[in-house]
């Protein structure tokens, strides 16, 4: 197995604590429109599930008790600690995921033709080699089987007032996570990803959030602060002096923001 863990990295964190509350609380914002939408893209009770890259498990184990409780799921990780976390967490459950270890790149784990339903959900994104990771996806789905991809897009963030230092803030953190291999512009991108390799009946929606669904803190929170990490050094002050900006406007009660992210999905061809 390959150890590529692309531009996102759990384990090297300033704090691994408060990132894993973000997971969690990411998750729990994000999962009621979420299942809506997985269902909509063709997550059926019953499937055999790959959750990629799925982090903690929390994603897998939602699928799992609210979508597919007479399915399989399987979260799939490379990450050993995130991988050892889901593991944890998942004996407390009574019916829970499966969790392997496996590398998106590869995908060892799985047999091929096994999957009805793979979920790469804010994966993409941090891949130097997103289509291979997509060729790989391919060859585990059963003919006929579907991908649905949820990424962001940051060309969707805005907010009000104008945050001074806020476009550079933006743009500093995704020119680092590009050095690292990511794209955080993806979005736009994934209906022409699939068909080029090999995907067909692609379903686009894009999906937005703002502070009139989520509260302010926590819209900060999940959207924008965790991307101090991708602030080289030299630049933490500045950066540290525009969220704080930011936090003031949430605080006085003027602050609107809004993002998006689109969920894309799409089928390997069915067999002649």
Request: aromatic letters at 8%; a negative charge.
């Amino acid at each position: 197995m390959d150890n590529n863990l692309g531009s996102y990295n759990y384990g090297s964190f300033s704090s691994n604590s408060e990132e894993l509350q973000r997971l969690r609380r990411q998750a729990e914002i994000a999962w009621s429109m979420e299942e809506e939408h997985l269902m909509t893209h063709g997550l059926q009770n019953g499937d055999t599930v790959a959750d990629l890259a799925c982090g903690p498990g929390i994603i897998s184990s939602l699928i799992k008790r609210e979508v597919c409780p007479d399915g399989l799921v399987i979260g799939v990780e490379l990450n050993k600690s995130l991988l050892a976390l889901a593991r944890s967490m998942a004996e407390e459950a009574d019916h829970a995921p499966e969790f392997r270890a496996g590398d998106v790149y590869e995908l060892d784990c799985l047999e091929d033709g096994s999957i009805d339903f793979a979920y790469c959900r804010f994966v993409l994104q941090h891949l130097e080699e997103p289509a291979r990771a997509l060729q790989s996806i391919f060859r585990k789905l059963r003919p006929g089987g579907r991908v649905a991809v949820l990424e962001t897009d940051d060309s969707l963030f805005d907010c009000t007032p104008d945050i001074p230092g806020m476009k550079r803030f933006l743009e500093t953190a995704a020119a680092e996570q590009k050095r690292r291999g990511g794209d955080r512009k993806i979005g736009r991108k994934l209906a022409g990803l699939l068909w080029e390799n090999g995907f067909l009946d692609a379903l686009t929606q894009v999906v937005t959030i703002n502070t009139d669904m989520i509260p302010g803190d926590e819209f900060l929170n999940i959207t924008t602060r965790f991307k101090l990490e991708l602030i080289p050094g030299e630049d933490q002050d500045w950066a540290r002096a525009c969220l704080d900006r930011v936090q003031e406007a949430i605080d006085s009660g003027s602050f609107f923001g809004q993002t998006g992210v689109y969920m894309v999905s799409a089928a390997r061809p069915p067999a002649d």
